[in-house]
Structures are given as structure tokens and as C-alpha cells.
């Protein structure tokens, strides 16, 4: 199997949103970017396995794979927080459990060179997620039907000739009560960034990737997101006092090496959510 001859060193990376156990997490492209890098703290900020989404018994070999290769940083001890999200809130009754450099939180509050770092998934703004939650999973199960379409779309695309399209992305980019959410989401943060004196905030959650500088009467802060690995393939980069958004490039990570050496074999694993987390103990029983 081919490897990345060499990987990049990075003080801190920032994951969210993989959404491991559904259908459209691209767990190999994740891999690949895994791979690649050699971060000393690694964020993994909420909705990193999709809880909601286990009763369908989806597990395909590469979302295990990644799992994996997360615990192989632990057992190196890599420090690493988990951060639980509204996808993964089961893990919240573990919250300040501690194993060798991994820990549960959910937030953290980290000093990047002279400077606070404020990291929270998000979830905690949502009106949906605090007073309607059914009506927020039922979004979660059609937004899961809407990337299954949006498959079938993409492969005749692809047969055509023609590139990939983003329904979800589409969508959400044209309706104007998204934008108006995504503002409030946005202002809110940094609103209590700048009241408590941070010079960072970093969440995820509403899956839009960016860097800004966010600028009131009251202060400045600089706001981040991470996006997500659904649709927008993409991670927080922190190196040399800069923070920079990573976005995964198929085409570049292919030369390095093919999507099929990373994962030899991906045929479908049905478990239940114990018989998985029981996998994942063992794992990383057996690696220590």
C-alpha cells in the first residue's frame, strides 16, 4: 500500500460534522486527509459519529477505519478533545471523562500563542434542537434522503461528463431563512466570544466553512467554522499563529494515493451501535 511520503505538521487541527454512520460521510476522502497530516491537538468538535442515524445499522468498513486511525493518535498520545454535538448528545453524559491524552467536553478553551481559543460545537443556539428535537431529526432523516438523491444525481452526472452538484448545498445557499440562521448562528457566537475576552471562537454545526473577522461596538473577535465532511470536505488548520481553512482535494490526494489503497475492501458491515462502540473499547484496548 502506497503512503504520503511525507506528512504535514500542524499545531492544532479542527474536525466536525463527519457524520460517521451515514450515508453521506465520505469517511475515505477524511481518511486520506488523515494521513496526511501530523497535528500535535487535535479538535474533533462535535457530530463526529451520527448516534441519531444508527438504528438504520449502517457501518461501512471505512467510517470503522477511521475510528481506528483516531485511536492510533490516541495511543500515541496525541492530545485529543471530543467534543459532543447534538448528533452524538449520548456522549454527554461522559462529559470530563478522561483516557491517556482523550477527553469528552463539551467546550473547550485552549491559549494558541498568547491568545484564547473559545471551541464549542454549536448546537446549544439552535431554537430547533433545545424545544422541537423530533422535528429536528426528522430534518436529519430527510437530509439523509436528499444526499442518497443527490448520489443517484451525481453518478449520471458523472456518466455525462459533468461535475458534481451539492443539492443540500444548493438549497440551503438560495433559502432565505437559512441565511437568516446562519447570520443569527454566526452573531450570537461572537457575541458572547467578545463579552468573555476570546480572541477565537470555533464551532460547527451548521456545516458553512469560514474565517472571519467579526467587528462590534463592543469588541472584535475572529469567528471560525469548520464545515463539515458531507458536503464541504473541510477542516481548521492552526500553524505558526495562523488559522486557515482546509478544504480536501480529490484530484491531489489521488495522485498521492488512490481512494482503493486506502480502503482495500469497503463492503457494507451491518452492526447494532453496542456491537460498534464494542469494537471500538477493543481497539483501543488492544493498541495500549
Known amino acids: 500500500m502506497k503512503s504520503h511520503k511525507k506528512k504535514r505538521k500542524l499545531e492544532v487541527v479542527v474536525i466536525s460534522d463527519v457524520h460517521l454512520g451515514t450515508y453521506g460521510c465520505h469517511a475515505k476522502e477524511l481518511l486520506h486527509y488523515l494521513k496526511?497530516?501530523?497535528?500535535?491537538?487535535?479538535?474533533?468538535?462535535?457530530?463526529?459519529?451520527?448516534?441519531?442515524?444508527?438504528?438504520?445499522?449502517?457501518?461501512?468498513?471505512?467510517?470503522?477505519?477511521?475510528?481506528?486511525?483516531?485511536?492510533?493518535?490516541?495511543?500515541?498520545?496525541?492530545?485529543?478533545?471530543?467534543?459532543?454535538?447534538?448528533?452524538?448528545?449520548?456522549?454527554?453524559?461522559?462529559?470530563?471523562?478522561?483516557?491517556?491524552?482523550?477527553?469528552?467536553?463539551?467546550?473547550?478553551?485552549?491559549?494558541?500563542?498568547?491568545?484564547?481559543?473559545?471551541?464549542?460545537?454549536?448546537?446549544?443556539?439552535?431554537?430547533?434542537?433545545?424545544?422541537?428535537?423530533?422535528?429536528?431529526?426528522?430534518?436529519?432523516?430527510?437530509?439523509?434522503?436528499?444526499?442518497?438523491?443527490?448520489?443517484?444525481?451525481?453518478?449520471?452526472?458523472?456518466?455525462?461528463?459533468?461535475?458534481?452538484?451539492?443539492?443540500?448545498?444548493?438549497?440551503?445557499?438560495?433559502?432565505?431563512?437559512?441565511i437568516k440562521f446562519i447570520n443569527n448562528f454566526e452573531e450570537t457566537a461572537t457575541n458572547i466570544a467578545i463579552q468573555n475576552k476570546f480572541d477565537y471562537v470555533i464551532c460547527g454545526h451548521i456545516h458553512q466553512p469560514v474565517i472571519k473577522d467579526v467587528v462590534t461596538n463592543e469588541g472584535k473577535v475572529k469567528y471560525l467554522n469548520s464545515g463539515d465532511w458531507i458536503e464541504n470536505l473541510t477542516t481548521l488548520e492552526y500553524n505558526y499563529k495562523q488559522w486557515s481553512l482546509y478544504k480536501y482535494d480529490d484530484a491531489h490526494y489521488k495522485k498521492e494515493e488512490p481512494l482503493d489503497d486506502v480502503i482495500e475492501d469497503d463492503d457494507l458491515v451491518e452492526k447494532s451501535a453496542k456491537e460498534i462502540f464494542g469494537e471500538m473499547v477493543t481497539e483501543f484496548n488492544f493498541m495500549n
Open 36 to 178: 496526511s497530516i501530523n497535528p500535535k491537538t487535535i479538535i474533533l468538535n462535535g457530530d463526529i459519529i451520527d448516534v441519531w442515524q444508527f438504528s438504520k445499522r449502517y457501518w461501512p468498513k471505512a467510517h470503522m477505519k477511521v475510528i481506528k486511525y483516531i485511536i492510533g493518535w490516541i495511543s500515541e498520545g496525541k492530545e485529543i478533545y471530543y467534543i459532543t454535538g447534538n448528533h452524538d448528545e449520548m456522549l454527554r453524559k461522559f462529559v470530563d471523562f478522561e483516557m491517556g491524552s482523550f477527553s469528552i467536553k463539551n467546550k473547550v478553551v485552549l491559549e494558541l500563542d498568547g491568545k484564547k481559543a473559545w471551541f464549542f460545537h454549536g448546537d446549544v443556539f439552535d431554537v430547533t434542537m433545545k424545544h422541537s428535537k423530533w422535528l429536528a431529526k426528522l430534518g436529519a432523516k430527510g437530509y439523509d434522503l436528499l444526499i442518497l438523491i443527490n448520489k443517484a444525481v451525481n453518478n449520471i452526472s458523472e456518466f455525462f461528463g459533468k461535475g458534481k452538484i451539492s443539492l443540500s448545498k444548493k438549497i440551503k445557499d438560495s433559502v432565505k431563512s437559512a
